[in-house]
DNA sequence: CGTATTTTGTTCAGCGTCGGCACAAAGTCA
DNA sequence: TGACTTTGTGCCGACGCTGAACAAAATACG
């Protein structure tokens, strides 16, 4: 066990991302030599992360010994992952690839301010902690608001009307510590804490459409206005304040509508759920989510001419919004979330060639654009946030 | 001589940006002790790229033993940097900290396609380096046209009249090869060929006004058009295939020019040279470059209002263009080139008030906004692409 | 059906690289 | 002048990896 640290945490990052299934792809993955990678594979199975099965060999079909399967133990530790959205908040415990090991919802009951809701939502976790007898290395949120760096507060949390700057890192670290959540190396929880968006890219990224993406950006919508992330070489790009890829405010529709940035026409306005609501002639009522009637009326009406109308007037505008990010950002691959993932299925071809077309040379044009493929992404990605330390440093992480 | 492999490449690095001016700030900002800098400094010593002198010490002042202090060899081994612009080219051999050792102007006598041209360009270089008897490490070469990666073609070469899709790299690894210029590790140089924009972001981040900056957004305009460039936690980020930061074609002027992309009103042809020339009411002249005379336009005439307001106008549009490349990028620091520059410099505080004002929440529209201040700072780019294999493994590269 | 071949896993020796420590050197401060 | 602070260097040991040899488990082939 004194072989294979430096490599330990890239090793379990394959695995955890399911790119090492077995010791041998591991070997050239880590690019080591075998001894090594046995090695790390072995202090990692002594560390309770991963399980080696040497009964199933990898595929069939080639010649050689067959190579021990590699997979994620079943009953390793887990993260608390924690989102708050406009209708509710959600709680989980996620173990290693992404597995969700058991969730809890809520309701806005309790009163709606921040530290509230976030400490029902803990409330929430740490009851489903005490539940298993699985140890816990950490806890993320997704909030749907622009989380400030290095402060961590919610810069616009307008959907849950809390106030502009709430100290949303501050308060869930404040809960986990009252709830009595450990955190990675032993310690209290330091609770991780970004954007919803941010974190679904990133979940998406390792466990859903975006695998193996170089440069991966994700647009969605919810509620009210867009959201956008982008993963770089496998890290969240987030700015040097956390405040990247507000794309909310590119104009999409020069004679639109007046938006609250003082612009007209921005993507925020022009291509959300209400945007097509309207677009469709529908009066949007208060009793589900503005986001669950534009998913029912595309599903169950998209036969009517009107509701067909809207929903390519929307498509037009978010590919002339993604062409401009494209001709920016230059992604190798496009995933869309929300309504916008909607749109997308309905219309596959419409909005690959409006992209196409708005962007330059086309060539770049030809970027994939692919649905999120992930329940619960946002929280899935808070785990994973949560998780990083132990991907970086397994070893410190575990001590 | 065998202590200190690992770090090589980062300390060189740390010398060549000037962030280490001596071994203990070397010890500090590698996490290494003494022990290993100091194996580290005698490593590079050997190997002829530093130097270490005993007797100025680093700065008086702070108590205990006097620092010695590291510097670039000044006799050590150069890159040949080359660059093609829309008034002829111009090479250069550059040493380490972006020192230019020798340079040479070229006009466009010679036939305008991109062969004839790039076979004088590094013919022009290949002769200073028959000048000097200092060793070569690699070619760079800036061209201002988007680069497509992995082929290395220039897609829009505009200025030089060039065909699009004309593979730059291909020639100019051609060129390096029957001049016989040496690349890292003894073979022939392969010639890193970019977008002259990208270098300049690169330059002007590792020695100019960028230096510290995590996240460097450039902007600037020479003859038509405009360029964007993006240096994120220190290496350029060119999207998935070379075409990121085409920011020519962000919508400021809604109800403005027609642009070849098929919209209206883009960055492209509303602030450029030309965009500024004509809302003065001038009319260009073939004689000199559009740049020049704007600038000149811009420091004899700026006392006329029609100038004054033609200036503001641009300068309006520019700031619109930087907001939305602000809320998406979220960069720390911005750098201006060309006649961008000149406006800034025209009038620093209106740039930066609409740039705020039209960031969301102010708050990253904090972001300071600069003047380049290399010269040269495409063709001292080209020299750092051409350096990056030399800093990421000297030993490999000087074997 | 047995042998050759291929690929994988493991053990062990060796070594390169870095940290830690002790000591020397070269200044400042009182 | 002497105490203190900071820097440079030599030496030892530990850690983490490579490489080679060997063993194991499958397929391919006669």
Redesign the pocket.
């Known amino acids: 066990m004194?072989?294979?640290?430096?490599?330990l945490g890239p090793a379990l990052e394959l695995v955890h991302t399911g790119r090492a299934p077995?010791?041998?792809v591991l070997?050239a993955e880590l690019?080591?030599?075998?001894?090594?990678a046995?090695?790390?594979a072995?202090e990692l199975e002594a560390l309770g992360l991963i399980e080696v099965d040497a009964r199933p060999?990898a595929a069939?079909g080639?010649?050689?010994?067959?190579?021990?399967r590699l997979s994620l133990a079943p009953d390793g530790p887990v993260v608390l992952a924690a989102q708050i959205h406009a209708d509710g908040f959600r709680a989980a415990l996620v173990g290693l690839g992404g597995r969700m090991v058991a969730t809890a919802p809520g309701c806005m009951t309790v009163p709606a301010d921040p530290a509230h809701i976030i400490d029902a939502v803990v409330e929430a976790g740490a009851g489903l902690l005490r539940g298993t007898g699985r140890r816990c290395l950490g806890a993320g949120l997704a909030v749907p608001s622009a989380v400030a760096e290095p402060e961590g507060t919610a810069l616009n949390p307008l959907h849950l009307s809390w106030p502009a700057g709430a100290p949303v890192r501050e308060l869930f670290t404040e809960a986990l510590a009252k709830a009595d959540v450990p955190g990675p190396g032993g310690t209290p929880a330091l609770g991780v804490t970004g954007n919803d968006v941010n974190l679904a890219a990133l979940a998406e990224h390792r466990h859903g459409a975006g695998r193996g993406a170089r440069h991966l950006l994700c647009v969605a919508t919810g509620h009210r206005g867009v959201g956008g992330a982008l993963v770089l070489d496998g890290r969240l790009h987030s700015g040097s304040s956390g405040l990247a890829l507000e794309v909310g405010h590119l104009t999409v529709n020069p004679a639109g509508l007046p938006c609250h940035c003082g612009s007209r026409g921005c993507l925020d306005v022009e291509a959300d759920p209400l945007a097509f609501l309207t677009a469709a002639g529908r009066d949007p009522g208060p009793e589900v989510s503005l986001l669950q009637q534009s998913r029912d009326l595309l599903r169950t009406e998209y036969a009517d001419p009107a509701v067909r109308a809207a929903a390519e007037l929307i498509v037009d505008r978010l590919g002339l919004g993604l062409a401009g990010l494209v001709n920016i950002l230059n992604p190798d691959r496009i995933i869309l979330g929300g309504l916008h993932r909607e749109l997308l299925e309905a219309d596959p071809e419409r909005l690959r060639a409006v992209v196409a077309d708005r962007s330059l040379w086309g060539r770049s044009g030809g970027v994939p654009i692919l649905s999120c493929t992930l329940d619960h992404n946002s929280l899935i990605g808070a785990a994973e946030a949560a998780w990083q330390p132990v991907l970086d440093d397994p070893l410190a992480a575990l001590g």
Not at 2 to 7: D, P
Not at 31 to 36: F, M, P
Request: glycine share 20%; net charge positive.
């Open positions: 004194e072989r294979g640290r430096g490599a077995t010791r041998a070997t690019g080591v030599t075998r001894a090594t046995g090695a790390v072995a060999g069939a080639s010649q050689g010994r067959p190579s021990h």
